[in-house]
């Protein structure tokens, strides 16, 4: 059994900051990509930013510049800075990971429950 457990979500005004972690716990034997992903109310979730097993990474367009993707191999987890906020960044912040359980022989994707990011103007 794999879970992923988000944390770091909360209100700030416009300009400040947020750090987003989330941690795989269970029956992880290897992970591939990582990424966070956002939604808002009538619209497809979107992808946010990414880091694959190499450390690459990639943003989205409103990410580029402003948020900062980052993984911690040893603990499981993926951590979004995000700088500057501004009131289009508000919604739901969803993790993602490609995870190979342990007894596996495929990877599959997991998500995280959501943590709600809200910037005030």
């Known amino acids: 059994q794999v879970q992923l457990v988000e944390s770091g979500g909360g209100s700030v005004q416009a300009g400040g900051s947020l750090r987003l972690r989330c941690a795989a716990s269970?029956?992880?034997?290897?992970?591939?990509?990582m990424g966070w992903y956002r939604e808002v109310p009538g619209k497809q979730r979107e992808k946010v930013a990414i880091?694959?097993?190499?450390?690459?990474?990639r943003y989205g367009d409103s990410a580029k510049g402003r948020f900062t993707i980052s993984r911690e191999n040893s603990q499981n987890a993926v951590n979004l800075f995000m700088d500057r906020l501004k009131p289009e960044d508000s919604g739901v912040y969803y993790c993602?990971?490609?995870?190979?359980?342990?007894?596996?022989?495929?990877?599959?994707?997991?998500w995280g429950q959501g943590t709600q990011v809200t910037v005030s103007s």
């Open positions: 993602n990971m490609e995870i190979k359980p342990t007894g596996s022989l495929h990877f599959e994707y997991y």
């Open positions: 269970g029956s992880v034997r290897l992970i591939n990509d």
């Open positions: 880091v694959w097993r190499s450390g690459d990474t």
